[in-house]
C-alpha cells in the first residue's frame, strides 16, 4: 500500500505538540480555516480549509487511535472533497531530548496510488509539518 512518511523535530514539549493535533484552535493555527475535533477514539473531525484557488475542501474523518502525548491516527471519509478521501493518516510523537519528533504516515489507496497526486499530497505535509513547528516555536 502506498503512503507517505515524514518526520519533523520541534522545540516543544511533547503536550504542546499534542495539543495543537488535537484541538481545534491547534487545527486553526497550522493547518485549517476552520475545524472541529472531537477527542476521543471515535471522535469526529471536521476540516476546512481554501486551496490556492480559492475552492473550499472539506475533509471529514473518524480517530481511529487517541493515545495522548503519544500517537492519533485518522480515516479520512470517502465522498468528501478533499483528496485524501478513503486514507489514514497517523502522527505519532515521541520525546528526542529536548525536542519533540514528530513522526508522519499517510497510507491508503485512490489518491496514493496516484504518483502525481501522492507527490502533491506529500509536498502539503511537508509545508504543514514547518507550519505546525513554526506555530509552536515562534
Not at 489514514?88 to 519528533?101: M, Y
Request: charged share 30%; glycine share 10%; no cysteine.
Amino acid at each position: 500500500m502506498p503512503a507517505i512518511r515524514r518526520q519533523i523535530n520541534i522545540a516543544a514539549p511533547q503536550r504542546a505538540v499534542w495539543e495543537m493535533l488535537t484541538t481545534v484552535e491547534g487545527w486553526t493555527a497550522w493547518y485549517a480555516d476552520e475545524a472541529r475535533f472531537d477527542a476521543v477514539t471515535g471522535g469526529r473531525v471536521f476540516l476546512h480549509t481554501e486551496d490556492d484557488e480559492g475552492n473550499v475542501v472539506e475533509e471529514v474523518g473518524t480517530v481511529l487511535t487517541y493515545k495522548p502525548t503519544r500517537k492519533l491516527e485518522i480515516r479520512w471519509e470517502r465522498g468528501t472533497t478533499a483528496g485524501t478521501a478513503g486514507t489514514v493518516l497517523s502522527l505519532g510523537l515521541a520525546r528526542d531530548g529536548d525536542e519533540t519528533r514528530v513522526s508522519l504516515v499517510h497510507r491508503g489507496a485512490g489518491v496514493l496510488d496516484d504518483e502525481e497526486a501522492r507527490a502533491e499530497l506529500d509536498k502539503t505535509w511537508r509545508q504543514s509539518l514547518k507550519a505546525l513547528r513554526g506555530a509552536l516555536e515562534d
